[in-house]
């Protein structure tokens, strides 16, 4: 009889669910995307509904139940911090010190009561960071490597060094709260008036527009880095243990003005102080490898955490070494999580073997959520009166599809199984023509409606990467987690002059590469390999765009408007495809273009927007 | 539940009180002098499996404070849960809460 292992993360950010059968990845899901409220953090009833729906199971037949982390730990972290903080932070003592009491020292019970009191096993527990390194490691494609987690904070854990081989993890060295990069960096999210948990991509997103004038002050004043990457930081210039807020006045004082109002204009201050904390961040990431490669000697490094999601960074020990091959798991967040606790449970628990295949990891692409027929969709779409077109299969599709792309519409695209992460990977995505020089602003204003100074990320064919990019041939990155160089060769000749005389956003309006709708304003791009083995449908409309173009890049971005997570449902893809300006969608194997559509489909789009709690 | 946590308020004081008597410092507020590195050993993965099984870390000494509030909150959770399913929000959290303070609780 089959072994199932459910993983769970919940009460802190990005809830998820994980199944596992017979160590065999079958289903994983963030709660946000079933909800509709971003970061979602109560308990993952609806993703683990879905992965028992999934794996065709009830709650009776789930062997175990691993949540990914350790409360009790964490209750004493947070008991110790306000100890010897007191009687500074009172009032955070008298919010969060009720919660714990009332819901998080009771977890068993909790998911008893969630899972409709059918599970009767009992509850397993594994430390946070060692859910983050066994997310990163079981799933790769390495017999053994260096593992390297990094985020906000654990129970104490805020950085943990490690090394896994075969069925077994173990974590060497650790940096302990309130010590933390994760934190540091949403530090400087807040202060430069970005939300934390989600500004944190903004402002790596914004950090190409400054100069990183501030890192002398950041290192000589916040934090004491080491030749290892160990770090030391001086607490009086942040308020997070003790208080509502993630910085000091000490920290104003230092950097000359209060945080910056959420929705003002952004000043070129910000774009410094971005670069800076960025040039940082990189700067302990690469230190932390360097160690960590000469304690473990290792050649492959796996990375997990919030911060592997710093995607400048990995890009950066990817070209700038020591190892040879890098590796990061998709959902790296605190969803990701859910996935370690349970594998965790198979191989130490369990002590089941590991099986490395022909150097594929194996997250299926990160397509663990749900899918959806295409009865179901005609259901919806005859529902909504939506006008459509079907196709008979994916070849004819894409012929249809391409023309499209090729006039610079932008495609929503609904294919396929959910992705796991918080990045769309092309099943729940939207397209555009990576050669368009005015898209970037089109998507970003009329589509996302967010802020124009962000960048978009293109799918590249696997194969074709380096000839656009600057990323080892060898190198792939399914997952869109490195950031590379867009190749000399591809650049708009002349466009570095140009750029170096201009400030902030205007750099915006520079033709950059040949590829501007993905080239960021310091000529890098976070790349996504496409490949036919994980999406054969997206790999063919890329491939036949290849044909007719000559150019193998696609614009990808998630299928969202600002606030939104990324769409789930046919319905919410529709929804979203009415509540915008864009062009053209795709359900499996229908084409719905926006001027067919019935014009009472069309919602107000502040009340669409509305729905939405901006990021 | 308030009034019991105001009135077990003096003790984080009394507590803060005694750590800077001892000279402790969990949270390293004070640079370590003359380190040449901050990274401290992380115990061993555990080796025996019932250790997963535990909410908290085997090496783990609950200090007074947490053993009190954990007793506190065993009175204040008497009932049983194991029930029938409950469809209730669980989110644990206040929207006046702050995500990044939130984050760390």
């Known amino acids: ?615 | 539940m308030k009034i019991l946590l105001l009135i077990l308020y003096p003790l984080f004081i009394l507590s803060r009180l005694l750590g800077i008597l001892t000279g402790k410092d969990p949270l390293k507020h004070k640079r370590p002098a003359d380190q040449s590195s901050y990274w401290q050993e992380h115990p061993p993965s555990p080796s025996n499996p019932e250790a997963y099984f535990s909410e908290d870390l085997p090496e783990a000494k609950p200090s007074l404070l947490v053993r009190v509030l954990i007793a506190i909150s065993k009175l204040w959770n008497r009932k049983s849960y194991r029930a029938k399913r409950d469809n209730s929000p669980t989110s644990t959290a206040s929207d006046e809460i702050p995500d990044e303070i939130y984050t760390m609780w």
């Open chain 1, 1 to 615: 009889m089959a072994t199932y292992i459910l993983g769970i993360s919940a009460f802190y950010h990005d809830s998820a669910a994980a199944l596992l059968r017979d160590g065999e990845i079958i289903a994983a899901a963030q709660e946000e995307r079933f909800t509709r409220k971003k970061h979602d953090h109560s308990f993952p009833r609806n993703a683990v509904d879905y992965c028992l729906a999934e794996a065709g199971i009830s709650p009776v037949e789930i062997d175990y139940v691993a949540f990914y982390d350790k409360p009790l730990t964490k209750f004493d972290r947070l008991v110790q911090t306000y100890a010897t903080y007191a009687p500074k932070g009172f009032q955070s003592f008298m919010q969060a010190i009720p919660i714990w009491l009332r819901t998080k020292l009771h977890l068993p019970s909790v998911m008893d009561r969630a899972l409709g009191g059918q599970y009767k096993g009992r509850y397993l527990f594994t430390e946070h960071h060692e859910s983050h390194a066994a997310s990163a490691f079981f799933p790769s494609p390495f017999e053994e490597a260096a593992i390297m987690t990094l985020d906000g904070v654990g129970e104490w854990s805020t950085t943990s060094l490690g090394h896994g081989k075969n069925n077994r993890i173990n974590l060497l060295q650790e940096i302990r709260f309130p010590h933390s990069l994760g934190l540091l960096y949403s530090a400087f999210t807040y202060y430069t008036g970005f939300r934390v948990n989600s500004g944190e991509y903004k402002v790596m997103g914004l950090a190409p527009y400054g100069k990183p004038r501030f890192r002398d002050l950041i290192v000589d004043h916040l934090i004491d880095i080491k030749e290892d990457g160990s770090f030391w930081m001086d607490m009086s210039y942040f308020n997070y243990c003790q208080g509502m807020t993630m910085t000091s006045d000490k920290f104003h004082r230092l950097f000359g003005s209060p945080p910056r109002r959420s929705e003002s204009e952004i000043s070129q201050r910000e774009m410094d102080l971005a670069a800076s904390v960025q040039v940082v961040c990189e700067e302990v990431m690469l230190k932390c490898a360097s160690h960590l490669h000469k304690s473990t000697g290792s050649k492959n490094l796996v990375m997990a955490g919030g911060v592997a999601l710093n995607c400048v960074g990995n890009g950066r020990i990817l070209r700038e070494g020591p190892f040879e091959n890098v590796w990061i798991q998709p959902a790296s967040g605190d969803a990701g999580g859910a996935l370690g606790a349970a594998q965790i449970v198979h191989h130490h628990v369990l002590s089941e073997p590991r099986v490395v295949q022909n150097e594929a990891d194996s997250m299926s692409g990160s397509y663990l959520g749900p899918a959806f027929g295409q009865e179901d969709i005609d259901e919806i779409l005859k529902r909504e009166n939506a006008v459509y077109q079907s196709f008979a299969n994916d070849e004819e599709l894409v012929d249809a599809l391409v023309p499209l792309l090729e006039k610079e519409n932008v495609v929503g695209w609904f294919q396929g199984r959910m992705e796991f992460g918080p990045r769309a990977l092309g099943g729940r995505s939207i397209l555009g023509d990576a050669r368009s020089e005015k898209l970037q602003k089109v998507m970003n204003l009329k589509i996302k409606f967010r802020e124009s100074f962000r960048p978009f990320a293109p799918s590249i064919l696997a194969g074709k990467a380096h000839d656009y990019f600057e990323i080892p041939e060898n190198a792939d990155s399914p997952y869109m987690l490195i950031v590379a160089p867009v190749l000399e060769s591809h650049r708009e000749p002349g466009a570095t002059n140009t750029m170096a005389g201009l400030e902030g956003l205007n750099k915006l309006n520079v033709k950059r590469s040949v590829v501007p709708a993905i080239t960021h304003v310091d000529f890098s791009a976070r790349v996504q390999t496409i490949h036919e083995e994980t999406n054969p449908r997206y790999h063919r409309l890329l491939t036949k765009f290849y044909d007719k173009t000559a150019s193998p890049v696609l614009v990808n971005t998630s299928f969202n408007i600002r606030g939104e997570p990324i769409v789930c449902t046919p319905e919410d893809a529709y929804r979203c495809f009415m509540g915008t300006d864009m062009d053209v969608l795709v359900l499996e194997n229908t084409i719905l273009l926006k001027s067919d559509q019935p014009k009472e489909n069309i919602p107000d789009r502040k009340d669409y927007q509305s729905q939405f709690a901006l990021d």
